[in-house]
C-alpha cells in the first residue's frame, strides 16, 4: 500500500532526494507520491518536518494533481 501526501505540504523538497524510486515530484500545489512506482520505503515519511506524507489506505482517496499527464 503506497503513501499519498497530504495538503499539509509546504513544498519544502526534503522528502524528493530521499525516495529511492523517485516517485516523489512537485505538482501544481504541493509534493506528490506516484503511487504506481512507490515501494514504500518511509524515507519520506520520516524526513518530512510536517508529517504530510502518509499511508494511502483504500478508502482514502489522494489529491488530484491536474498537472499530471
Ligand atoms: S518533506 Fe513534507 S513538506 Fe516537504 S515537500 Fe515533502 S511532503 Fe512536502
Redesign the pocket.
Known amino acids: 500500500m503506497p503513501f499519498y501526501?497530504d495538503n499539509r505540504?509546504?513544498?519544502?523538497?526534503?522528502?524528493?532526494s530521499e525516495c529511492p524510486t523517485q516517485s516523489?515530484r512537485k505538482g501544481m500545489n504541493?509534493?506528490v507520491i506516484d503511487t504506481d512506482t512507490c515501494d514504500e520505503h518511509e524515507l519520506?515519511v520520516q524526513?518530512?518536518?510536517?508529517d504530510?506524507?502518509h499511508l494511502l489506505k483504500s478508502e482514502i482517496s489522494p489529491p488530484q494533481d491536474k498537472a499530471k499527464s
Open positions: 501526501i505540504c509546504t513544498s519544502c523538497g526534503a522528502c524528493l516523489i504541493q509534493y519520506c524526513i518530512c518536518p510536517e504530510a506524507i
